[in-house]
Nanobody
Framework: QVHLVESGGGLVQAGGSLRLSCAASGRTFSSSSMGWFRQAPGKEREFVASISWSGERTYYAAFVKSRFTISRDNAKNTVYLQLNSLKPEDTAVYYC?????????????????WGQGIQVTVSS
């Protein structure tokens, strides 16, 4: 069992930055791959980024275009998503998730545990 809690969201102007954190509890965090997803109003939840259990492998959605960086600190049971050069279209609720597969995963169906989500709002 993994319990996930996101933090670090908020309101930022276009071009600004935020760092999202996802704190995990549970003994399986260090062996789990982690992912970030987002869901805008009226849209489906979409993949943003994923990182392997070791942190050595990452995978990003095409729209990220080097603006976002996923990382993890297994000693702190935390995964991060650095958001740079934010655009109004990045406005969404951001979710972190844990997968027992251990490798970067895109599909929501392969994630076992989800956080409650955190709002990111980018003003123009």
């Amino acid at each position: 069992q993994v319990h996930l809690v996101e933090s670090g969201g908020g309101l930022v102007q276009a071009g600004g930055s935020l760092r999202l954190s996802c704190a995990a509890s549970g003994r399986t965090f260090s062996s789990s791959s982690m992912g970030w997803f987002r869901q805008a109003p009226g849209k489906e939840r979409e993949f943003v980024a994923s990182i392997s259990w070791s942190g050595e492998r990452t995978y990003y959605a095409a729209f990220v275009k080097s603006r976002f960086t996923i990382s993890r600190d297994n000693a702190k049971n935390t995964v991060y998503l650095q958001l740079n050069s934010l655009k109004p279209e990045d406005t969404a609720v951001y979710y972190c998730a844990a997968s027992g597969l251990g490798r970067p995963v895109v599909s929501t169906l392969r994630y076992d545990f989800w956080g409650q989500g955190i709002q990111v709002t980018v003003s123009s």
